[in-house]
Nanobody, 121 residues
Framework: VQLQASGGGLVQAGGSLRLSCAAS????????MGWFRQAPGKEREFVAV???????YYADSVKGRFTISRDNAKNTVYLEMNSLKPEDTAVYYC????????????????WGQGTQVTVSS
């Protein structure tokens, strides 16, 4: 599985962005899909996951502001980000977990290249 993330950019605090992650292959619907982020000098952290069953889980820091969704017909997972804050600034990565989807980054076998999100105050 190859993953291509896009949609990052520079936005003011309070603004919105939608990230997309396009996957190759015909088994996309069998994967749990996650979004993670890594800010400078910090470890990679979990943001959101959508399981192959459709169940969704979010980090507490983004709950109520971010929404993860998937379109299996388009082999794409999305992350809608609203009410962005400067602390959301990071490189955002999408990832695929063949075991169904987990907040644990170690469960993911495939990773996209990352897309930069910068939120100015």
């Amino acid at each position: 599985v190859q993953l291509q993330a896009s949609g990052g950019g520079l936005v003011q605090a309070g603004g919105s962005l939608r990230l997309s992650c396009a996957a190759s292959g015909r088994t996309f619907n069998t994967y749990g899909m996650g979004w993670f982020r890594q800010a400078p000098g910090k470890e990679r952290e979990f943001v959101a996951v959508i399981r192959r069953s459709g169940g969704r889980y979010y980090a507490d820091s983004v709950k109520g502001r971010f929404t993860i969704s998937r379109d299996n017909a388009k082999n794409t997972v999305y992350l809608e980000m609203n009410s962005l804050k400067p602390e959301d600034t990071a490189v955002y990565y999408c990832a695929a977990d063949p075991r169904g989807g987990s907040p644990a980054s170690t469960m993911y076998e495939y990773w996209g290249q990352g897309t930069q999100v910068t939120v100015s105050s």
